[in-house]
């Protein structure tokens, strides 16, 4: 059987890490090292424009593929019936979210965005999981999308049907 080790493929195990010391060598298997490892690959992902390769369910999401685990498992755990999500981009994020609430059964995802592009909101509008989706149309610190605005959105939309709630505001 083959060593598939890192050392066996040339990697050591040890990085060194600039300090206000001076250089320093971290161990990658000691909690320090790996804190240290993760940053650097977190950092290299943005640089390398990672998150913007990334997709849900065709809809570019721009979130790192880490992220994207950790809100799944947050929301099949937690189940809530609202996700606000402020900032809007593509809809990816409102995607993930809302296809992750219908496979619980319940809950609704509301985009807020001070602009959300025409053909962002076309995407996101003809997308399968626009039932579970309302967008708004302004700053997620004016008062008209305050919190109470938002509640009373959310109540007038689940006392209509499931029809797409993606509506201008």
């Known amino acids: 059987m083959t060593d598939r080790t890192p050392q066996s493929a040339g990697l050591g195990h040890v990085i060194t890490v600039a300090t206000d010391e001076g250089p320093r060598e971290l161990d990658i298997y000691t909690k320090e090292g790996f804190w240290a490892l993760a940053d650097l690959f977190t950092r290299a992902g943005w640089h390398h424009r990672l998150p913007y390769e990334v997709t849900w369910l065709g809809v570019p ?49 509301i985009g807020i965005d001070v602009e959300i592009r025409k053909y962002n909101r076309l995407a996101i509008e003809s997308h399968p999981m626009s039932k579970r989706i309302t967008l708004v149309e302004g700053s997620s610190v004016d008062e008209e999308v305050s919190i109470a605005a938002i509640k009373r959105r959310v109540a007038a939309a689940s006392s209509r049907s499931t029809e797409c709630q993606c509506t201008p505001e």
């Not at 790192?64 to 937690?78: C, F, G, K, S, T």
């Open 61 to 109: 999401i721009i979130q790192i593929p880490e992220d994207v685990l950790a809100m799944q498992e947050l929301l099949w755990r937690v189940r809530p019936d609202v996700v606000v999500e402020c900032g809007v981009a593509h809809g990816g994020a409102l995607v993930l979210y809302a296809s992750i609430l219908d496979l619980v059964g319940k809950g609704r995802v």
